[in-house]
């Protein structure tokens, strides 16, 4: 059965640094989002990416924050200055676009530590 | 804006005992709605989903939910709990277009022996 992968599984680096976190959406899929969960609190949506561009983010989406769909497999999320806060769990997902059950596949997640 | 609301941050149930985890949401479409189980460091697993149709639906692991248009609640519910049911639930809305989907803050399920 198809499914989105994420690597690394956990990523750990310091305050200030830059990181990359990949996903792997399911091939067909067309929609790309992120979510992060930070430790005990609930999933958050960051930010929705389909036919090359972002269409939607949030307000945690700040300009530290971007997307990418570098070689039409991959879909990764850079975040430029990393914040102690910016540790949580990060989610990526995929849709068909044609499943009007708007139903999203989730990935295993990373684990970013900033410390 | 859509939101979603669940009663209840932690459930403790016995063993076999009748499991219901609520949820309401909020949203100015008709919603498309999800329960979600997530086990300790692991990620989202989907229990099941409302579209349209039937608004009793069935998922996985023998969990099931009605929507109530009036209401505005989809509630999980499983008739008798099992050890290995203990997770974090989340219920979670989706609006069309972007279909980003916006998330309750959870609901702890304990199982007592």
Same mark, same amino acid.
């Given at each position: 059965?198809?499914?989105?992968?994420?690597?690394?599984?956990?990523?750990?680096?310091?305050?200030?640094?830059?990181?990359?976190?990949?996903?792997?959406?399911?091939?067909?899929?067309?929609?790309?989002?992120?979510?992060?969960?930070?430790?005990?609190?609930?999933?958050?949506?960051?930010?929705? &990416?389909?036919?090359?561009?972002? $269409?939607? @983010?949030? !307000?945690?989406?700040?300009?530290? /924050?971007?997307?990418? =769909?570098?070689?039409?497999?991959? &879909?990764?999320?850079?975040?430029? $200055?990393? @914040?102690? !806060?910016?540790?949580?769990?990060? /989610?990526?997902?995929? =849709?068909?676009?044609?499943?009007?059950?708007?139903?999203?596949?989730?990935?295993?997640?990373?684990?970013?530590?900033?410390? | 804006?859509?939101?979603?609301?669940?009663?209840?941050?932690?459930?403790?149930?016995?063993?076999?005992?009748?499991?219901?985890?609520?949820?309401?949401?909020?949203?100015?479409?008709?919603?498309?709605?999800?329960?979600?189980?997530?086990?300790?460091?692991?990620?989202?697993?989907?229990?099941?989903?409302?579209?349209?149709?039937?608004?009793?639906?069935?998922?996985?692991?023998?969990?099931?939910?009605?929507?109530?248009?009036?209401?505005?609640?989809?509630?999980?519910?499983?008739?008798?709990?099992?050890?290995?049911?203990?997770?974090?639930?989340?219920?979670?809305?989706?609006?069309?277009?972007?279909?980003?989907?916006?998330?309750?803050?959870?609901?702890?399920?304990?199982?007592?022996?």
């Amino acid at each position: 059965e198809p499914e989105v992968t994420q690597t690394p599984s956990h990523q750990v680096t310091q305050m200030g640094q830059e990181v990359i976190l990949r996903c792997v959406p399911i091939s067909n899929h067309l929609y790309f989002y992120w979510y992060r969960q930070i430790l005990g609190q609930k999933v958050e949506f960051l930010v929705s &990416f389909y036919n090359n561009e972002i $269409s939607e @983010k949030s !307000e945690i989406f700040d300009d530290q /924050f971007s997307v990418e =769909r570098p070689d039409g497999s991959n &879909f990764t999320l850079k975040i430029r $200055s990393t @914040k102690l !806060e910016d540790s949580a769990m990060y /989610f990526c997902a995929s =849709r068909w676009q044609a499943d009007f059950s708007y139903e999203q596949y989730f990935g295993p997640g990373t684990r970013l530590t900033v410390t | 804006a859509q939101s979603v609301t669940q009663l209840g941050s932690h459930v403790s149930v016995s063993e076999g005992a009748l499991v219901l985890l609520r949820c309401n949401y909020s949203s100015s479409v008709p919603p498309y709605l999800f329960w979600y189980v997530q086990y300790p460091n692991q990620g989202l697993q989907l229990l099941l989903k409302y579209t349209t149709g039937a608004t009793l639906v069935k998922g996985i692991n023998g969990f099931e939910a009605e929507f109530k248009k009036s209401e505005t609640s989809f509630h999980l519910t499983k008739p008798s709990a099992h050890m290995s049911d203990a997770a974090e639930y989340f219920c979670a809305v989706s609006d069309e277009g972007a279909g980003k989907s916006t998330f309750g803050d959870g609901t702890t399920l304990t199982v007592k022996p």
